[in-house]
């Protein structure tokens, strides 16, 4: 059984700092892209970012373009978003999301496997 679990949310300042982590079971994504999105309730997922199977490409939502970074580490099976200069409006719960496409900037629907997800509340 596949298996994303997310770690590293919680509550925290604006102009904060947050590092979360997903870390994948059951199989891995070593030649697949990655990616985080982030949802509030009654709106709709919203993609953050990802990157492909070497880490050699990355693609970020503009609203985070140049505050948060993505990585990744294979011989953890994990995926990493280190989150810098935190807004309010950056508040969500923040899911990890692999698939077993190739390449990066890939839409939502290839990406197939999803975890529980981790919140994130940055205060004004």
């Known amino acids: 059984q596949v298996r994303l679990v997310e770690s590293g949310g919680g509550l925290v300042q604006a102009g904060g700092s947050l590092r979360l982590s997903c870390a994948a079971s059951?199989?891995?994504?070593?030649?697949?892209?990655m990616a985080w999105f982030r949802q509030v309730p009654g709106k709709d997922r919203e993609f953050v970012a990802d990157?492909?199977?070497?880490?050699?490409?990355?693609h970020y939502a503009d609203s985070v373009k140049d505050r948060f970074v993505i990585s990744r580490e294979h011989a953890k099976n994990t995926v990493y978003l280190q989150m810098n200069n935190l807004k309010p409006e950056d508040t969500a719960v923040y899911h990890c999301?692999?698939?077993?496409?190739?390449?990066?900037?890939?839409?939502?629907?290839?990406?197939?496997?999803w975890g529980q997800g981790t919140q994130v509340t940055v205060s004004s």
């Open positions: 999301a692999a698939s077993t496409y190739q390449g990066v900037d890939l839409p939502t629907y290839q990406y197939f496997y």
């Open positions: 990157i492909n199977w070497n880490g050699g490409s990355t």
């Open positions: 059951g199989r891995t994504f070593h030649t697949n892209p």
